[in-house]
């Protein structure tokens, strides 16, 4: 019997997201790497991200999913190339995968690429995917303690955006609390508050993102 020790794997992945990382800045490849729950409104916030950005940037999305292609036909739909990952089971996005997900993208054609993980505040915690930013979405719905039952993706987070704002009145989440616990895990992180559906935020956030492309 081989046992394989986890540590190992991680390591691996590790070695295979640094190649990646090396591939996207000879290319001048910006990459991005999404994560939160399902539901959090990932894909949303990208439509409207993207239509705040129309014309600054060259973008190019990879999404990940157990199944199905719901949200890379949402992102076709927009004309930006986008490649669909079906983990088949699998809850998170691993370095190899996106190295096979790219493949099918021509680099020289896009300045960013944004990687839409599985729905899942655990695990994606562990896989560095070569990104050079990660941002971390939490909706009003899901509750403010998220961040302190799970700390490991906000903590190796570069930006919390708290979405869904415009349910705030129907719903007990403090932003307050959210934003202080941020600030104690990842002290550098700013914390976004959008609602899509209203437009509210994205200016600031696609500034933002924007000005770190440039850095
Ligand atoms: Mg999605
Ligand atoms: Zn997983």
């Not at 991005?32 to 991200?49: D, H, M, Q, R, Y």
């Not at 004309?79 to 699998?90: F, L």
């Not at 020289?108 to 562990?126: H, R």
């Not at 009145?169 to 914390?191: C, G, Q, W, Y």
Request: glycine share 8%; aromatic share 4%.
């Amino acid at each position: 019997m081989k046992i394989v020790a986890a540590k190992k794997i991680l390591k691996a992945n590790d070695q295979i997201a640094e190649e990646n990382r090396v591939r996207f800045n000879a290319s001048g490849v910006y990459g991005v790497n999404i994560v939160g729950s399902p539901g959090c409104g990932k894909t949303t916030l990208l439509e409207a991200l993207f239509a705040q950005l129309n014309g600054r940037l060259a973008p190019a999305v990879i999404e990940g999913d157990i199944a199905g292609s719901i949200d890379a036909d949402r992102i076709d739909a927009l004309g930006i190339p986008v490649v669909q990952i079906n983990t088949e089971g699998a809850c998170h996005l691993d370095a190899s995968m996106i190295a096979a997900a790219t493949d099918g993208l021509d680099y020289q054609a896009i300045d960013l690429l944004v990687i839409e993980n599985v729905g899942n505040l655990v695990c994606t915690a562990g896989f560095d995917l070569g990104e050079h930013l990660r941002l971390v979405v939490l909706s009003v719905s899901e509750g403010d303690d998220k961040l302190v039952k799970y700390p490991a993706i906000f903590q190796r987070s570069h930006a919390l955006v708290i979405t869904k704002t415009d349910l705030l009145p129907h719903s007990n989440f403090n932003i307050e609390r959210a934003t202080s616990d941020m600030k104690r895990l990842a002290p550098d992180a700013p914390v976004f508050l959008v609602s899509a559906l209203k437009g509210e935020g994205i200016p600031a956030l696609a500034d933002w993102l924007a000005a770190r492309m440039k850095r």
